[in-house]
DNA sequence: CCAAAAGTGTTATCGATACACCCATGT
DNA sequence: ACATGGGTGTATCGATAACACTTTTGG
């Protein structure tokens, strides 16, 4: 063992990447950030996240962090890669806005990364605790740009999530409304995936899938003829899951 | 901002679940860890791994790790998941080790996985500092009772370096000799992968792999008909990597 | 000459792709 | 009636899977 000394004081945060899908675009969450700069506000925005508890695990983290900012419990959740950088939070606006809201003197931080799936229909209280959140549109990640590294946090969780979906589509259905057409469920899917799929061949492989049930019910208030309903369940598909 | 207190105090580390081919059976890398109980040693193994340094950043620290261990450079190193549950460094035994080799009071651990795929013929120095390592027929894993999680560690790197290659079959390379024959490749591959090729089949694909090189030259001192030999220049393979 | 593993092609099957017209609904 | 998106089947192509005998070498 080398004579280094090991008792400096890292932190050890969780952040998210909340994923949702409109029917038309991707959309991830982002939480504002507002920091009082004496003459002016600067306000940008950054991943909800969280440094961890003394005694929680890093699942747990994870899933506070998302009830406490959206109300929803039994999200899709996992975890994708830790980012460690010692550079990656040295800005200053950074640094003094951790010790604000942590109160505590923050040196360097390890963050643990998950992908969350969401429903974006289902109803999200947004304003916990005097934070808010909004859905952005995926495509404009680019032209913002995020608290410490959450633009490449954000960068390769979407190349994480395009990778996962094309080994467990699956997941998919945790993107949609519990009951979803088959258009749009094949939109999503290829706007993850980068292809356009050929209608009927997608019909006709997405209809094997077990779980897959069709309602006989149709969508409402549609300008044109109305498409069927589909919904998904869970219990009967096939997990290849971690 | 709940009142909570973040001025706990932490450590990051690093661990490396390595993996190599002897020609028949995968391999892992474990290293011996002796304890003086007073009256007695004890004696089991763990994966190599390091409290990170200060400014470290966590692929440096985990090449790090690997070449103070083997004396390796360049090895094939890919983060795979992060470990953080509270009780995951709560034994006594482990708790004792860790502060009498690092010297430092020792609280909660956060452990950042990573793979290393090795060439098991490249001369390697096993031994660092007064630690020992030796290669483990992955097999007897279920038999060993490993440090901390590192069961749980080692299982989980396991699937993933599984995962891994079905998705980047040219990872497998890293860890065959510079040549090699097809029948090793192939016997590489099945156990990896769990599965029993086809020899024709399976050369047929190969023999259409980017970056493969049928060499002028046979493999010597067999006791039967001598395989050819074949090589892989990483440059030419496609690289799905992450 | 015997044992042991290396090397080598063809056919059948399955899954993936390409492709175009009529239908139902709201305005 | 028309505009808009919904719904449906067949034929081709390419990739994968199945399968067995001859060759080389050392002992």
Redesign the pocket.
């Known amino acids: 063992m080398k004579d280094v000394k090991f008792n400096y004081n890292p932190h050890i945060s969780v952040d998210c990447v909340v994923f949702g899908f409109d029917g038309e675009k991707l959309k991830i969450l982002l939480i504002e950030r507002n920091i009082d700069e004496g003459k002016e506000f600067y306000s940008d925005k950054k991943l909800p996240g969280s440094i961890i508890y003394e005694e929680e695990g890093l699942d747990t983290a994870a899933s506070r962090i998302l009830t406490e900012l959206t109300g929803l419990k039994n999200v899709f959740l996992t975890q994708f890669h830790s980012f460690g950088d010692p550079q990656r939070s040295s800005n200053p606006r950074d640094v003094n806005w951790l010790e604000m809201t942590t109160q505590t003197k923050i040196g360097r931080i390890v963050t643990v990364a998950y992908i969350a799936l969401i429903k974006i229909d289902r109803k999200i209280v947004f304003d916990s605790e005097s934070t808010t959140a909004k859905w952005y549109d995926l495509d404009d990640l680019a032209n913002m740009k995020l608290a410490f590294d959450h633009n490449e946090i954000a960068l390769k969780a979407l190349s994480f999530m395009r990778r996962f979906i094309s080994l467990v589509p699956n997941a998919l259905f945790e993107l949609l409304p519990k009951k979803f057409?088959?258009?749009?469920l094949r939109s999503l899917h290829d706007i993850v995936v980068g292809?356009t799929?050929?209608?009927?061949?997608f019909?006709?492989?997405v209809l094997q899938t077990p779980g897959l049930i069709p309602l006989d019910e149709?969508?409402?208030?549609?300008?044109?003829?109305?498409?069927?309903?589909y919904s998904f369940d869970k219990r009967k598909g096939s997990k290849i899951f971690f």
């Open positions: 057409t088959m258009t749009e292809v799929s050929d209608v009927r061949n019909q006709k492989k149709v969508k409402k208030n549609v300008p044109h003829r109305a498409p069927k309903l």
